[in-house]
């Protein structure tokens, strides 16, 4: 149930960061932080939302923690828009060989 809440408010984040509108993707990352304290929040998402921030680093930090979870989102790595910027970044390449996806 949980999922349902948080992917359409990681989303409203992601936006919000695309829209240059830095303070409310902050509070919509600050919720999802938060929110992941209560119950259990896929990594993915606050991921998601670091990156559009432009936080890179910490979006990898945070996908990093979704391997290490098992998020079956996870499996959008090669198509999601929200981590388009991450692609060219040898991190990525490696946790993509990491998951053993066919290149």
């Not at 992601?14 to 830095?22: I, P």
């Not at 790595?77 to 998951?99: H, N, T």
Request: glycine share 4%.
């Amino acid at each position: 149930m949980e999922s349902t809440i948080v992917e359409p408010l990681a989303g409203l984040g992601v936006a919000y960061a695309l829209e240059g509108d830095n303070a409310e993707a902050m509070k919509v990352l600050n919720e999802l932080q938060e929110r992941a304290k209560r119950s259990y929040v896929s990594p993915y998402f606050i991921a998601i939302v670091c990156n559009g921030l432009g936080e890179k680093d910490q979006a990898f930090a945070w996908l990093d923690k979704a391997y290490a979870d098992r998020s079956w989102y996870l499996m959008e790595l090669k198509v999601s828009p929200e981590i388009d910027s991450l692609r060219s970044d040898p991190r990525f390449q490696a946790l993509y060989k990491k998951m053993n996806f066919p290149p």
